[in-house]
């Protein structure tokens, strides 16, 4: 996939998110489950979410182009034993299987 394709894909994402009422002073959380709720409505019968996602993790691992540090392993802002409580998470779960 071209830098091209990926900035035409995160134009249309942007659009399709601004149809569903996300403005200017969205939260992370916010701009998170409205993509995902795109992605839900789409039909596809197999969606993975990213942990990184579900707790509104901004940095990434794995990005491609840097060779200077080591990104692939970042830290969550959530501990492995409080995810099943966090409200982020809650949350999109709770959007993913089709609840308000």
Same mark, same amino acid.
């Given at each position: 996939?071209?830098? %091209? #394709?990926?900035?035409? @894909?995160?134009?249309?994402? &942007?659009? /399709?998110?601004?149809?569903?009422? $996300? ?5 992370? %959380? #916010?701009?998170?489950? @409205?993509?995902?709720?795109? &992605?839900? /409505?789409?039909?596809?019968?197999? $969606? ?30 959530v501990l ?21």
């Open positions: 996939m071209s830098a %091209e #394709d990926v900035q035409g @894909a995160r134009a249309e994402l &942007l659009v /399709r998110l601004r149809r569903d009422d $996300l403005g200017a002073d969205a939260t992370p %959380e #916010d701009a998170v489950l @409205a993509a995902y709720r795109q &992605l839900f /409505r789409s039909g596809s019968r197999l $969606l993975c979410m990213a942990l990184e996602d579900a707790v509104c993790q901004e940095s990434r691992p794995n990005v491609p182009g840097t060779t200077a540090e080591r990104n692939w392993s970042l830290p969550l802002p492995l034993d409080d995810l099943a409580d966090d409200p982020r998470v809650i949350r999109l779960l709770a959007l993913a299987r089709g609840e308000p």
